[in-house]
């Protein structure tokens, strides 16, 4: 039996976005798939053919995906703001068919007020003819993006749980 394979591609301003990526590729790790966390400024417009599961994350700016403007905002504040984002990477990239799609964000609240990068994300792969994305959030404590008690735990559960949904198996 092959050993599944995952990529984690995430935009991160302050370190939560990215210490939830950690966190999800470690819970994909425990449950025995080889998984690799690559931030979007590294990320291959074409990932590999073979890949199993290809995850996305990103912090929730303005309801949504960060744009331009909110990454200008954002290295006002000090943020390392990358060059390109996940919006950006997703409009160039060729997205192989096989692998399953997952998207997470981090958000200051659960409810429908503060919207959602990973819905942002999974509209956008919907247009695309993907249907299939597994979407989740993840709270920070402020909007320097201190994440809450127990959400780095909950990513690495549910990236073993994204594992355990058999697509993710060979």
Known sequence: MTTAAALVIVESYF??????????????????????????????????????????????????????????????????TPARGVRE???????????????????????????SAAKAIAKTLRRAGRNESAVTSFLVSSDRGLLADGEETAARAWGCELAGEGAVRR
């Open 89 to 115: 990477w997703l409009a160039t990239a060729s997205i192989p068919a096989s692998p399953r799609v997952a998207a997470f964000d981090t958000v200051t609240a659960k409810n429908w007020l503060a919207g």
């Open 15 to 80: 370190g939560a976005t990215r210490t939830v990526a950690e966190a999800v590729a470690a819970g994909l790790t425990d449950a025995g798939v080889r998984a690799r966390v690559l931030d979007v400024d590294r990320a291959p417009d074409a990932p590999p053919a073979d890949l199993d599961l290809l995850i996305l994350g990103a912090p929730t700016h303005n309801r949504g995906l960060p744009t331009t403007s909110t990454r200008a905002t954002a290295r006002k504040r000090g943020a390392a």
